[in-house]
């Protein structure tokens, strides 16, 4: 079992910045690759941002690419997403998630085992 707790989020101005974190707790954090995921209101939950267990790979979606950089530190067993220029668009509760580092897809919602309970993000116009 790993725990999560997003934290971080908040009320921010287009063009600002908000650096979210996650903290786990549980199993052996470095077995699992982690993933944020977003779900704005009235729309499903899509994906954000992943990294492998080393910190050495990582994946955007397009919408995020440029703007937001994931990372992790495995001695912490934290998981970062720093989030700049943000648009009124990137509004939604965040997710960070863990799937076991040997299966599934980063980008996959289904793949990921665990999941923190959420962190409100509200870039205003």
């Known amino acids: 079992q790993v725990q999560l707790v997003e934290s971080g989020g908040g009320l921010v101005q287009a063009g600002g910045s908000l650096r979210l974190s996650c903290a786990a707790s549980?199993?052996?954090?470095?077995?699992?690759?982690m993933g944020w995921f977003r779900q704005a209101p009235g729309k499903e939950r899509e994906f954000v941002a992943a990294?492998?267990?080393?910190?050495?790979?990582?994946y955007y979606a397009d919408s995020v690419k440029g703007r937001f950089t994931i990372s992790r530190d495995n001695a912490k067993n934290e998981v970062y997403l720093q989030m700049n220029s943000l648009k009124p668009e990137d509004t939604a509760v965040y997710y960070c998630?863990?799937?076991?580092?040997?299966?599934?897809?980063?980008?996959?919602?289904?793949?990921?085992?665990?999941w923190g309970q959420g962190t409100q993000v509200t870039v205003s116009s």
């Open positions: 998630a863990a799937r076991p580092y040997y299966r599934g897809n980063y980008y996959r919602e289904r793949d990921y085992d665990y």
């Open positions: 990294i492998n267990r080393s910190g050495g790979s990582t």
């Open positions: 549980g199993r052996t954090f470095s077995n699992y690759a």
